[in-house]
């Protein structure tokens, strides 16, 4: 059963901006690219690096260990070496602050 979990307010996430957080045993990644919220996993699926401390570009989001990109609408790899793609979440924002299901 999935649930709505409180990610950050919007305070927190301003345009080209990344947040990761962890709830229960989720690691999320949340990016904020031209405004556009978008949620997938925090760890790479190449080699377990912190995507919050890559590069958010218009391609997505760059791994900072070995500059794989990810998608950020579907977590499809863009390039190698990653090849799995990253879980994605459904995001919704009100008054109160940016919303993640898990």
């Not at 999935?2 to 305070?11: P, Q």
């Not at 996430?13 to 978008?38: A, P, R, T, W, Y």
């Not at 377990?48 to 590069?55: E, H, M, P, Y």
Request: glycine share 6%.
């Amino acid at each position: 059963m999935s649930e709505w979990v409180k990610a950050c307010s919007t305070e927190q996430l301003k345009e080209g901006q990344l947040f990761g957080f962890v709830h229960s045993d989720k690691k999320i990644l949340m990016s904020n690219l031209k405004g556009k919220i978008h949620a997938t996993d925090l760890i790479c699926t190449h080699a377990n690096a912190d995507l919050s401390t890559g590069f958010l570009s218009e391609e997505g989001i760059r791994c900072p260990l070995h500059l794989s990109v990810f998608n950020l609408a579907d977590g499809k790899p863009q390039n190698l070496p990653a090849e799995v793609p990253l879980k994605t979440y459904n995001v919704k924002i009100d008054a109160d602050g940016i919303y993640v299901e898990i």
